[in-house]
């Protein structure tokens, strides 16, 4: 399944340099997900910092923890993880994008094992992790549960789990669908059913329900004076993610 | 190849840097200062050689330090290492003057009581400031000091900053920094333009002794030909900033020392007693300079690369500061988060953290240069009441004192004092 360097023909490498220069670019076609990164990394780490008594401001704070990152893509949250020292593993359902990662991460200098598989399949390889990445991908599962039960599986005993998506009322209907996708174009028209979107409320339940202890809720509010994301206590009507503890 | 020192360096180096900072003046060592506090490790890199930059004749200007500015050296452990030598300046008086009249009937006073925060700032004298900076980096185990090599190349790969210096050898970053002065090659080699104005005008520089004391007062004078600053140092001294057209300039640099102070003195007054030379005379030409944009691809300009401005509010070096202060800050933030330092969106946060400052900063001392370097009677009785009003109106006045001391608006944590 995994292309061995060798075998690649120099035009597949060039296509996915492109690509990668896409996926990297903040003005291109991933524009609202570079604009919504940092905000998502300043909450990600924090709570993995926090999870496990690092300073974030010491050298390589996240070394020694296992990170596994589902839907990578291009490897937005991937790269800053494995930066601060963790050993990440990207695991994305495309598989276009795994050469795409595989690309940017070696221009970067850094060593991520990125992986065309679902969480279900490492769950049921007996994969474990310290920190399971789940941002923005329940939403677009058959049966959240089943899912969220095979991100709990890849934790270890007192891992963390970073879960983000979307609220479903009025307003997200506007802004992630009316405004993001037809009116902005920020993301191709039929990125988002509305009807799959997950309340708060639901979406601690769904994590009780698959044996994770929910701690910390905060949503992602985007200002459109400042152009610009951040974290809100209160907020959680259209994007927002929660943080939730595997029990010992 | 004259420089064994730097050869081991580089033979030693065997990781690649975070930061490859072009220029080892002022905000380039000051810059890898606060860099280093948030972990990052830089290689700085001057032309020069390391005795020329320690050598106290080779600059003789003073700097007027913002309150801001002195936080900042203070948070990055250099202020401890000046403060004995630095002259606070308690009170900054402004006032309008021609040649041999004195100055005129209105004036500006700023007191530094009106704000709460101690004096509005000290003056530094670039022998003192410059080599405390060097000692600070010979004792930082993140950055690296390369002297006596310049940039001939530099480029750009994915994921890295290159640069090839003049002994042939190369360093790689992941962001490149042009710290290098008004005539920045680190912009230019990546194609960035300037805007540039000449004043037409020279800026005479020195030191000198005078007879009474000077009770740390900082005295603008705005005289028709260009402003003289006469900013107070330790003792009965002061630097001044003596602006005059080029060509004039040229004259008055060239007159033995009693007829230069005997052409200085009608303009200076006597409000200081008798004045003799204290040091080397130096002449700066005076032009505005700025750069098109202040990041390129994984590259980002600070201090005077960026903004050279005209000297006559003594903002240069405090600009300079706070853009070392933003992006530090900036690169700090990115690093806790594990981005990419040299990504564009990150040097974006830098760019529009400091653009709307540096751009209102070049006008504002533009703009005033022309108002106050012109005889037109009406432009000078328009003046006079400007300063008249601002100093009956104790907010306004207050508000310039703070602006003037770099603690208003969205001020970066290193300004505060806050170490990153």
New interface residues.
């Given amino acids: 399944m995994q292309p061995s360097e060798t075998t690649v023909d120099p035009a597949e490498i060039a296509k996915f340099e492109a690509m990668a220069a896409e996926w990297w670019d903040p003005q291109g076609k991933f524009k609202p997900l570079h604009m919504l990164n940092p905000c998502r990394l300043s909450y990600i780490t924090s709570q993995i910092a926090a999870q496990f008594e690092r300073d974030l401001a010491g050298p390589a704070p996240f070394s020694g923890l296992r990170i596994l990152d589902i839907g990578c893509g291009g490897g937005l949250l991937s790269e800053p993880m494995a930066r601060l020292g963790a050993k990440v593993v990207g695991a994305d359902a495309a598989a276009r994008n795994i050469p795409v990662a595989r690309i940017h991460a070696e221009q970067s200098g850094l060593d991520i094992d990125y992986r065309h598989v679902t969480a279900e399949a490492l769950a049921a390889d007996g994969e474990e992790f310290d920190a399971v990445l789940n941002m923005e991908v329940v939403e677009h599962v058959a049966d959240p549960l089943a899912y969220l039960t095979a991100c709990r599986q890849l934790l270890k005993a007192g891992g963390i789990q970073l879960c983000s998506t979307l609220n479903r009322n009025p307003k997200s209907y506007l802004m992630a669908i009316v405004g993001a996708e037809h009116v902005m174009r920020w993301l191709p028209k039929g990125t988002h059913e509305w009807s799959k979107f997950i309340t708060p409320d639901e979406l601690f339940e769904l994590l009780s329900q698959s044996g994770m202890h929910p701690v910390d809720r905060k949503g992602f509010v985007f200002n459109p004076l400042l152009w610009s994301w951040s974290l809100s206590d209160r907020d959680l009507s259209v994007n927002y993610v929660t943080a939730s503890v595997k029990p010992a | 190849m004259d420089n064994p020192e730097a050869i081991a360096i580089l033979q030693a180096m065997t990781d690649?840097f975070d930061l490859l900072i072009v220029g080892g003046g002022l905000t380039g060592p000051a810059l890898a200062l606060a860099a280093a506090q948030?972990?990052l490790r830089s290689a700085v890199i001057d032309a020069l050689p390391a005795a020329t930059l320690q050598d106290p004749g080779f600059d003789g200007r003073s700097y007027a330090l913002a309150l801001a500015s002195q936080r900042m050296l203070k948070a990055l452990g250099v202020w401890d290492d000046v403060a004995g030598e630095a002259q606070p300046i308690l009170d900054i008086s402004v006032s309008d003057g021609q040649v041999g009249q004195g100055p005129g009937p209105f004036g500006l006073a700023f007191d530094h009581a009106e704000i709460e925060d101690g004096p509005m700032g000290f003056m530094s004298e670039d022998r003192h400031l410059r080599p405390a900076l060097l000692r600070a980096m010979a004792a930082e185990p993140r950055v690296s000091v390369l002297n006596g090599l310049a940039v001939t190349d530099q480029a750009v790969?994915?994921?890295?900053a290159r640069v090839t210096l003049s002994d042939g050898s190369k360093l790689a970053g992941r962001l490149l920094i042009g710290a290098d002065g008004r005539r920045s090659g680190t912009a230019r080699r990546a194609g960035i333009g300037r805007l540039e104005w000449s004043y037409g005008q020279t800026a005479l520089v020195c030191a000198l002794s005078h007879e009474l004391p000077h009770n740390g007062i900082a005295r603008q004078i705005f005289l028709p030909q260009g402003p003289l600053a006469i900013l107070p140092l330790t003792g009965k001294r002061c630097s001044i900033v003596w602006s005059e057209d080029t060509k004039l300039a040229a004259e008055i640099q060239a007159m033995t020392p009693d007829a230069y102070l005997a052409a200085l003195a009608p303009r200076f007054g006597d409000v200081l007693g008798g004045l003799s030379l204290a040091g080397d005379r130096f002449t700066y030409p005076l032009n505005l300079t700025l750069a098109r944009q202040m990041t390129g691809e994984r590259l980002a300009l600070v201090g005077d690369a960026s903004h050279g401005v005209h000297p006559i509010a003594g903002q240069g070096l405090n600009a300079g500061f706070r853009d070392v202060g933003a992006l530090a800050q900036v690169l700090?933030e990115a690093t806790?988060?594990?981005?990419?330092i040299g990504?564009?969106?990150v040097l974006?946060r830098y760019a529009q953290w400091r653009r709307a400052d540096t751009t209102s900063l070049a006008l504002a001392t533009d703009a005033f240069n022309r108002l106050f370097s012109n005889d037109n009677p009406l432009l000078r009785a328009g003046r006079g009441l400007g300063m008249g009003l601002v100093n009956a109106l104790p907010p306004l006045r207050r508000t310039l004192i703070r602006e003037a001391a770099g603690i208003a608006g969205d001020v970066p944590d290193l300004l505060r004092g806050k170490p990153l």
């Fill in positions: 690649d948030a972990g790969t994915p994921g890295q700090a806790r988060r594990g981005e990419d990504a564009p969106d974006t």
